[in-house]
């Protein structure tokens, strides 16, 4: 059974801090990786996807993946109230294996 | 310039009866899928079909029957629909089964 493990949260930043999205995996063969964001009574919206090892940055969102410790995350720098939601962690094997996600982390951004 | 659509946004119905989902996607994308997202915000992958062929079936009830038209198009029949059946229905697609999805906006299906 592959799983995908998430904090729930919430997880409650200040406007303007870093805001860190952790997430583990049980598939060792897992070869890619996504994160998404969904609004309340909204539909997933992909933010960033990351195949290999490192740092994968793209505007005030960086995604890290470490394939040795099973272990992506999300980091959001200069965190908006507007990144208030949940974000959903995806991963998939090899083949035709579908995404698997983790329940979410729900994150709340103050003014 | 809608990507991928779902009809209808709300369903509500009763214990016992059938109803049906349409998505459509004008990406060109080759691959579908079905989603369940439970009130616990849980998203699970049901059924995926590529050109039009079911790839993968997970635990699904049997009546939760899928159909593909063609590569544009998945449709989810529901028999005898059961309260657990409540949920939220996501279709999505992808260019190919190893590439990111995208969703469509969901079906909120609830069964009194």
């Known amino acids: 059974q592959k799983e995908v493990e998430q904090n729930s949260g919430p997880l409650s930043v200040p406007e303007g801090a870093i805001a860190s999205l952790n997430c583990t995996y049980s598939d060792r063969g897992s070869q890619s990786f996504f994160w998404y964001r969904q609004y309340s009574g909204k539909s997933p919206e992909l933010i960033m996807f990351i195949y290999s090892n490192g740092d994968k940055e793209d505007g005030r969102f960086t995604a890290q993946l470490n394939k040795a410790s099973q272990y992506v995350s999300l980091l959001i720098r200069d965190s908006q109230p507007s990144d208030s939601a949940t974000y959903l962690c995806a991963v998939k094997g090899s083949g035709y294996s579908t995404l698997t996600f983790g329940k979410g982390t729900m994150l709340l951004v103050s003014p | 310039d809608t990507a991928v659509s779902q009809t209808p946004k709300y369903l509500v119905t009763q214990m016992g009866n059938d109803k049906s989902i349409k998505c459509e996607q004008n990406l060109g994308h080759d691959t579908m899928y079905w989603y369940k997202q439970d009130s616990k915000k849980f998203l699970k992958i049901m059924f995926s079909?590529?050109?039009?062929?079911?790839?993968i079936n997970e635990t699904v009830p049997n009546r939760f029957s899928p159909k593909s038209p063609d590569k544009a198009h998945l449709n989810l029949h529901i028999n005898s629909l059961e309260l657990g059946d409540s949920a939220v229905y996501f279709c999505a697609s992808s260019p190919m089964v190893q590439e990111t999805q995208y969703f469509g906006p969901g079906t909120r299906l609830l069964v009194l």
């Open positions: 079909y590529n050109n039009k062929e079911l790839i």
